[in-house]
């Protein structure tokens, strides 16, 4: 079974842009969560959709968001980009929520 | 509230050795899950293990085991005969299911295996 991917794998934007980043789950997965990580707060939850529905939130702005289609695929999408949002950005999926999560490459995203 | 600690930010042993990493969390919750991650430099989570709050039993898979003791709040790692391919950043785990499904992650501990 393929593993859970991610594209782009690597990304420089400057600041005010938006990027959008994408994930595709383990074949029969149904959940998908996101995570942020930075040297400095460490590995930080997102959000997390379930059949196309947003199950869980982190703690973060509303610049931060994300979608699931039909297919499990998910995307997130960071609005009006700052500096601090230079990060490794994770996708995990799991057959469903509280499941084992299996991990993408992740996206290294610079922000300028 | 949940907490993961590993205080233990960084590691370094030379090949051969044994090597032990913490993890001691905190939850009101019975009914919880534990995990071990490891991340390479190509920077993927890899999932080593789960255990579930009820199972106390201890294990073993290869030069890698792990001991869960609630009564210390601590599931430890431990790679034995470490090689430089386990060098690596190790992340603790903790879940509560049933309720708002948002795991929390220790800090990690950064082993470097020298040759």
Request: glycine share 8%; charged share 15%; aromatic share 14%.
């Amino acid at each position: 079974k393929a593993g859970v991917t991610q594209t782009p794998r690597y990304l420089i934007k400057t600041r005010g842009q938006q990027v959008t980043l994408s994930c595709s789950p383990i074949s029969g997965h149904r959940s998908v969560s996101w995570y942020q990580q930075t040297p400095g707060q460490g590995l930080q939850f997102l959000f997390e959709y379930f059949s196309e529905t947003q199950r869980n939130k982190g703690n973060f702005p509303g610049r931060f968001s994300g979608r699931q289609f039909s297919n499990s695929r998910s995307e997130m999408n960071v609005s009006t980009l700052e500096l601090g949002d230079s990060a490794l950005y994770l996708c995990a999926s799991s057959l469903a929520t509280q499941e084992t999560q299996y991990f993408g490459p992740g996206t290294r995203l610079l922000v300028l | 509230a949940q907490k993961v600690t590993q205080a233990q930010t960084e590691i370094s042993v030379v090949e051969k050795e044994d090597v032990t990493l913490d993890c001691v969390y905190e939850t009101r919750d019975t009914t919880y899950y534990l995990f071990w991650y490891k991340q390479p430099p190509s920077g993927e989570l890899v999932f080593l293990i789960r255990r579930n709050s009820f199972d106390e039993q201890n294990e073993i898979s290869g030069r890698y085991s792990w001991n869960f003791q609630k009564s210390t709040s601590s599931f430890n790692f431990t790679i034995t005969a470490s090689q430089v391919v386990d060098s690596a950043v190790y992340f603790c785990a903790l879940i509560h299911p049933g309720g708002s499904y948002i795991p929390t992650f220790g800090r990690g501990t950064s082993l470097i295996v020298h040759p």
